[in-house]
């Protein structure tokens, strides 16, 4: 996923607002960013990492 696309257009606001209604739950935050960044990273080159 590139930063000037529509993909992270959408992708940003949707997750900065989820990370920022988690944070009164530290650990709940720290996983979803992990998560997030791990969701990008796939969309960027397309294949998954187990």
Do not use: R, T
């Amino acid at each position: 996923m590139l930063f000037n696309s529509i993909d992270f257009a959408i992708f940003l606001p949707i997750v900065f607002a989820i990370y920022w209604g988690l944070k009164k739950h530290l650990k709940a935050q720290n996983f979803f960013i992990a998560v997030a960044s791990y969701v990008f990273m796939v969309c960027g080159i397309g294949v998954f990492f187990f």
